[in-house]
């Protein structure tokens, strides 16, 4: 039987030439960005440094393919691109300007020695982790004098501003306004595009509720609330509010959920969750919902989902679950992958794929509300 269980702030956008070395500049191939935010990297490979961003639109020059990544340049040094991301085009289709507008990757690095990483913005959360002079991370976004980072395995810290060499107090001690996250900026972002909307995220499981377990023994729990952080990001910074309904590895009931988002003026209801099955080829992402506000929610969602990442469209499909049932808000529930199938697992845990998510979802809100 199937079980089914229940984004970098932008500190400057910069013009980027993708400058191809001259000795190619005959064979090189022009192809347009067809996917949300996509990844430059300094070589064929997931694992491979991100050098910068490329958004929906931008055109680029390639010279070779190699194991389905095609070969590029970026700021004169060789850059790999995935292919699957790409639209080929013909001469009549190029834009007269051959360049891209990339997206920079902020960072951040720390200025003192045992600088505490915190679960949220300011000294009265917990300490997560620590960090030495001259360690950098990426750049999330900035809230009042704290940055939040991006630390391994898909999760996320905050530290104090003034312990870094991005100080977010000005000099007459005022806060800066928080910075845009770069990571979360695409063509179909609208400023305001979602302002006044409160959405509830779900991250599935926690605590003595581990879900579905994967390949190699992964938690589902441990799963959901990274990707969770990167939708929320992504929101706010289409002028959402967000809730999210565990910030932690903590139990939270059936009931507390759906709670949660009663207590609230919600617009929608998005409970997050990853697949498992016994049979290793089972794979895709799929949407639940149960009333018919929740059903044109889950089409809106599962479209835009089907068109920014690569795992297989298992398309919509109405569910009797608790957290969709008692919601009084539209309502979906998203599993997001089956990670007991080595393909989709891979691509799950990737940065890349929560950005991708995170953009998926924020446009079908788009869409939806329209």
């Known amino acids: 039987m199937r079980t089914f269980r229940p984004i970098i702030t932008i500190g400057f956008i910069l013009l980027v030439l993708l400058i191809p070395i001259s000795g190619h500049a005959e064979s090189a191939k022009t192809?347009?960005?067809?996917?949300?935010?996509?990844?430059?990297?300094?070589?064929?490979?997931?694992?491979a440094n991100t050098l910068g961003i490329l958004t929906k639109g931008n055109q680029v020059q390639v010279f070779q393919e190699q194991y389905g990544w095609v070969q590029t340049y970026y700021q004169g040094k060789e850059a790999w691109i995935a292919k699957h991301h790409l639209i080929p085009?013909?001469?009549?289709?190029?834009?007269?300007?051959?360049?891209?507008?990339?997206?920079?990757?902020?960072?951040?690095?720390?200025?003192?020695?045992?600088?505490?990483?915190?679960?949220?913005?300011?000294?009265?959360?917990p300490v997560i982790g620590s960090a030495s002079s001259g360690k950098t991370y990426e750049l999330i976004h900035t809230e009042g004098s704290w940055h939040k980072v991006s630390l391994k395995g898909g999760k996320t810290g905050w530290v104090a501003s003034k312990l870094t060499n991005k100080n977010a107090v000005n000099n007459s001690g005022n806060s800066e306004k928080p910075k845009v996250n770069a990571?979360?900026?695409?063509?179909?972002?609208?400023?305001?595009?979602?302002?006044?909307?409160?959405?509830?995220?779900?991250?599935?499981?926690?605590?003595?509720?581990?879900?579905?377990?994967?390949?190699?023994?992964?938690?589902?729990?441990?799963?959901?609330p990274p990707i969770a952080n990167r939708v929320a990001d992504r929101l706010r910074n289409a002028g959402a509010n967000v809730t999210i309904t565990r910030e932690g590895d903590y139990y939270v009931s059936l009931e507390q959920r759906a709670a949660i988002s009663n207590s609230h003026d919600t617009?929608?209801?998005?409970?997050?969750?990853?697949?498992?099955?016994?049979?290793?080829?089972?794979?895709?992402?799929?949407?639940?919902?149960?009333?018919?506000?929740?059903?044109?929610?889950?089409?809106?969602?599962?479209a835009s989902l089907y068109s920014n990442v690569t795992l297989y469209n298992r398309g919509i499909k109405r569910e009797d679950y608790h957290v969709l049932r008692n919601t009084a808000a539209p309502a979906i529930l998203i599993e997001l992958g089956f990670i007991t199938n080595p393909h989709d697992l891979n691509i799950i845990q990737t940065v890349d794929y929560e950005q991708q998510v995170a953009e998926a979802i924020t446009s079908g809100l788009i869409d939806y509300f329209k």
């Not at 085009?89 to 720390?110: M, N, R």
């Not at 926690?206 to 729990?221: S, V």
């Not at 992402?285 to 044109?296: A, L, N």
């Open 267 to 302: 617009d929608a209801f998005i409970s997050l969750h990853f697949n498992a099955y016994p049979i290793l080829s089972a794979q895709g992402i799929s949407t639940f919902y149960y009333s018919r506000p929740g059903q044109q929610l889950a089409k809106s969602v599962q």
């Open 89 to 125: 085009l013909d001469e009549s289709q190029v834009s007269q300007v051959k360049q891209a507008t990339v997206l920079s990757i902020e960072t951040i690095t720390i200025t003192a020695d045992g600088v505490n990483i915190r679960s949220g913005p300011g000294e009265e959360y």
């Open 31 to 47: 192809y347009e960005v067809s996917t949300g935010v996509l990844n430059v990297r300094s070589e064929p490979s997931l694992n």
């Open 183 to 224: 990571k979360t900026l695409s063509p179909t972002k609208q400023s305001g595009s979602l302002s006044d909307r409160h959405i509830v995220l779900d991250p599935g499981h926690g605590g003595r509720d581990p879900g579905a377990i994967g390949l190699g023994g992964i938690y589902e729990k441990s799963l959901t």
